[in-house]
């Protein structure tokens, strides 16, 4: 996942295969279309932040011949549709050029201050910025199909482009759709069936059927006006802050030598100046961005390039993403080819200051003077778009699905060790740490502890995922570090283990591999805990949101698979929720489950706990404490759990000597909103600690009120708490000393579950009342330091006597 917290793994069956199936026409074509797709999506028009007035759909054509639009339209469709939610229809006109793009303006919000060119076809959909489904159909009939599959068997459909979080999409959905972003197909219209494949967000690049393509080809014969440079440089126009100072101006020849090209994506390439200043503070590159076409220049060209300077912030600038100075709707003449590139600037272990980011009391640090020699973002910053290189560096962070991997520049900063860098504090993010990825088309494969070995180079950029990052076009080569995955000490036959384990939106679709690592995770790894709490169980239609709750099915599947794997025959319990309102995966109705062991532990049935009713503490005939309802929820009706997970509550009984446990399984609401450490705004503001400081005080109160009446009752709070040890949430969780936090009785770099952006880093907890006497506490990292994971949390147990 690229979002803290924030799930959005979608499944659904290709169009283009749920076509070939059936036979049916105008299905989706894997492999460079023959002629019309959707090229481009873009529904911020007139919003908070965006430039252009009107949200539009833009169509392209790979063929050689024009496609006839006659009878057809352009449809959308909101990304959770209910069953009473309507396609929204745009009839079409006229054609799409051979090579060309057609234009398709819809409504006009309320801001913007740039007119669409003159559209081909006009309509009045009020598109989402940031989620929903846009259809090409050969009919001007509104669709009546609601899910992705029900869409891939609709044979009027030649296209669809789902975005954001979209139920209806082809493969998984698009992302980088934002107020400021549209997403847009790559170079060569290419169409795999899977949106977040084909599309990516970038500044939105509107072409009508009159355009020329937008390329920015290099003039054949330059006059010698043309050939002269202009007044500015590129440290002219980075400036000494983060926003140029000449932004939103059109600029002329400004000189430099092409140093990268990125031809998909965010197309375009960088430029760097040969003849530096003396000023630290100000970049001699910058990022020119050709929009949807294709770059017509290769790295060792001089250049003079012209065009409007601009702030692009990826995810848009409410994201609180720092912005990343371009040169837009550019104009290039090429002087000549084949030139050296300047020396790239040396990154090591004494290069980036310790100091992460200047402080702005929550403010924007936009405007501050950059102090590179200070902070490690400044640095960077006054680098953006400036060709770097590092050595032999160790990987802090696993490849991901984007192949982008994190290496430390300071390979003794808070090492773990297994080889990663954990984080300590909200004062220390690592300034070591640096996101690579590639530009050169190679693909790497690395886990944390590994080394990314020789030369690594190429750009400076930056991105709302993860901050700065090398644009490789240099890439080193991957050396193991060897680390494999943990397995958890065997419990004592006294001892009862429970465990806790994120398995990260699991549904019957699911893959049978998936279901059978995540029980390889519980027999082999954990050791078959006595009890294990698992977050994250969807219903049994997983992300298809059509009422279902129930997630027997789920349960069933995976319980088969821990059978299977050799483990025992777990039971289960949980509490169904009320549809959609406990957050997560749209339609997945996420929840919390007991499995538990019969062998080994019994649970306490008692009747009436249900989605709504609240569990009470209540004295058991003088001699201690019992729950009202077995299983139950906490408060469920409270304003903490509103769109989030509610804590079940089960009451077992240890069979060995009749030990009365309670377990508190949670799954606290995420971090999603919450501003980047590498953002504008330092420090980052946390909006979301607020409803998980809520859900602390509930989880404390329902604790302190079982101790209240039990002293010594052994409570087992557990679960993914999305948040630190060091937290808000977590000390008013434990305040009053109800709770002790096991993270904190390990050695401080190894307290870890989860790996972010580079940092090792634990949102996952273990929790236990005083009248549990040493436990022994163990986080079993057998997914998130690795490129192949089963999901991207790894689990905790605890034991004792």
């Keep these: 996942m690229r979002g803290r917290g924030a799930k959005a793994i979608l499944i659904a069956l290709p169009i283009g295969l749920a076509g070939s199936l059936v036979a049916l026409p105008f299905t989706a074509q894997a492999a460079p279309s023959s002629d019309a797709v959707v090229s481009e999506v873009y529904g911020g028009g007139g919003n908070s932040g965006a430039s252009l007035t009107h949200d539009f759909i833009e169509l392209g054509n790979a063929g050689t011949a024009s496609f006839d639009l006659s009878g057809w339209s352009v449809q959308y469709l909101s990304g959770s549709p209910t069953t009473s939610t309507k396609w929204q229809v745009t009839p079409l006109t006229g054609a799409i050029p051979a090579g060309g793009t057609y234009l398709v303006a819809e409504a006009k919000g309320s801001g913007g201050d740039t007119a669409l060119p003159t559209p081909d076809a006009t309509g009045t959909i009020s598109m989402s910025a940031t989620t929903g489904t846009v259809a090409l159909v050969h009919s001007t009939t509104a669709l009546t199909c609601l899910t992705a599959a029900d869409c891939a068997a609709d044979g009027t459909i030649k296209d669809l482009v789902g975005y954001g979080t979209a139920v209806v999409r082809e493969g998984n959905p698009a992302t980088g759709a934002g107020n400021t972003t549209s997403v847009s197909r790559g170079a060569g219209l290419i169409d795999t069936d899977d949106n977040s494949v084909d599309f990516t967000g970038s500044d939105p690049s509107p072409r009508n059927s009159a355009a020329d393509g937008g390329n920015p080809s290099p003039t054949p014969t330059p006059s010698p006006t043309e050939t002269a440079p202009g007044d500015l440089r590129i440290h002219d126009i980075q400036g000494t802050t983060r926003i140029s100072p000449q932004n939103g101006k059109t600029v002329t020849n400004v000189p430099g030598v092409v140093t990268g090209v990125r031809s998909t994506g965010s197309k375009g390439y960088w430029i760097q100046d040969a003849e530096p200043d003396d000023n630290s503070a100000t970049s001699e590159g910058v990022f020119v961005f050709t929009g949807s076409a294709t770059p017509q220049v290769k790295v060792g060209d001089s250049v003079l390039v012209s065009g409007k300077v601009s702030e692009y912030y990826p995810g848009g600038q409410s994201s609180g993403s720092q912005s990343v100075t371009e040169l837009t709707g550019p104009k290039a003449v090429v002087l000549s080819s084949g030139n050296a590139l300047p020396q790239p600037e040396v990154i090591d272990a004494s290069t980036l200051p310790d100091a992460y980011a200047p402080q702005a009391q929550g403010g924007s640090i936009e405007s501050l003077e950059l102090q590179p020699d200070t902070y490690a973002l400044d640095w960077l910053e006054a680098h953006e778009g400036m060709l770097v290189q590092i050595g032999d560096s160790r990987v802090v962070g696993a490849t991901n699905a984007y192949n982008e991997t994190w290496i430390t520049t300071k390979p003794e900063q808070n090492a773990t060790p297994r080889g990663g860098t954990v984080l300590t504090g909200y004062d220390n993010a690592n300034s070591g740490r640096l996101l690579v990825t590639s530009l050169t088309g190679d693909k790497l494969k690395a ?23 090398i644009q490789a076009t240099t890439l080193g080569t991957v050396t193991s570090g060897g680390i494999t995955p943990q397995v958890a000490q065997k419990g004592k036959s006294n001892e009862v283990s429970v465990a806790t384990y994120n398995v990260e939106n699991l549904a019957p679709a699911d893959s049978q591999s998936k279901f059978d690592r995540l029980a390889q995770g519980v027999v082999k790894n954990l050791a078959t805990p006595d009890i294990v709490s698992l977050e994250e169980i969807q219903d049994n239609s997983g992300a298809t949101d059509d009422g279902t709750v129930a997630a027997d099915r789920t349960i069933a599947k995976f319980t088969d698979a821990i059978k299977a794997a050799g483990g025992p025959a777990y039971e289960w319990r949980s509490i169904d929720p009320v549809n ?76 060995q000597n009749g030990q009365q446990i309670f377990v508190i399984g949670n799954h606290f609401n995420s971090k999603g909103g919450d501003r980047p450490v590498h953002g504008a705004l330092q420090p980052p503001t946390l909006g979301s600690e607020t409803q998980r400081t809520n859900q602390a005080k509930e989880v404390n109160a329902f604790v302190s009120s079982l101790l209240a009446k039990d002293s010594k009752a052994e409570i087992v709070v557990l679960g993914d708490l999305n948040d630190y040890q060091y937290s808000k949430p977590l000390t008013t969780l434990t305040s ?58 790894d689990p905790q147990v605890v034991r004792f006597k």
């Design 736 to 793: 009053g000393g109800v709770l002790t936090d096991l993270i904190n009785t390990l050695p401080v770099n190894e307290r870890y579950s989860y790996v972010y952006d580079g940092n090792s880093q634990t949102l996952d907890h273990i929790l236990v009342s005083p009248a549990i006497k040493k436990p022994v506490y163990e986080v079993v990292h057998i997914n998130s330091e690795f490129s192949d994971q089963a999901s991207d949390h």
């Design 447 to 469: 886990d944390v502890g590994d080394m990314l070995t020789g030369t690594t180079a190429g750009p400076v950029d930056y991105s709302n995922y993860g901050g700065y990052n």
């Design 580 to 655: 959609d309102a406990d957050g997560g995966q749209p339609g997945g109705n996420i929840r919390i489950v007991f499995l538990f062991n019969p062998q080994r532990v019994s649970f306490v049935d008692r009747p009436g706990g249900d989605s709504t009713t609240a569990v009470q503490a209540v004295t058991d005939g003088g001699k201690g404490v019992k729950l009202s309802v077995s299983p139950g929820r906490i408060n469920p009706t409270s304003g903490a759990w509103n769109s989030s997970r509610k804590p079940l509550v089960g009451e077992f009984v240890f069979r």
